[in-house]
């Protein structure tokens, strides 16, 4: 299974971006998709999961800010950022986890700055 993000980039503070990720090959059962972050000099950290149920899950420092959104149908899972800001600056990645797997994307950078 192999996970391709895209959709960073530079942004203004208090700009939008939409990251977006595809699952290609097999993923068996239900899964759980989600979106994580790294910024440098710190852990990965969680921002946003959707259950296989459909059920969305925040970091409280992005509520209000960000939506996750997936298409089962597509294998994809989506991250629109609005209002985003500098403390935002980090490195996304996708992540995809079943009841005895998980998978990671190569990350996507996103930089907050004027």
């Known amino acids: 299974v192999q996970l391709v993000e895209s959709g960073g980039g530079l942004v203004h503070p208090g700009g939008s971006l939409r990251l977006s990720c595809a699952a290609s090959?097999?993923?068996?059962?239900?899964?759980?998709m989600g979106w994580y972050r790294q910024a440098p000099g710190k852990q990965r950290e969680l921002v946003a999961t959707?259950?296989?149920?459909?059920?969305?899950n925040y970091a409280d420092f992005v509520k209000g800010r960000f939506s996750i959104s997936r298409d089962n149908a597509k294998k994809m899972v989506y991250l629109e950022m609005n209002s985003l800001e500098p403390e935002d600056t980090a490195v996304y990645y996708c992540?995809?986890?079943?009841?005895?797997?998980?998978?990671w994307g190569q990350g996507s950078q996103v930089t907050v700055s004027s």
């Open positions: 090959g097999r993923i068996f059962g239900s899964y759980d």
């Open positions: 959707m259950t296989r149920t459909g059920s969305a």
């Open positions: 992540n995809v986890e079943g009841d005895w797997y998980e998978y």
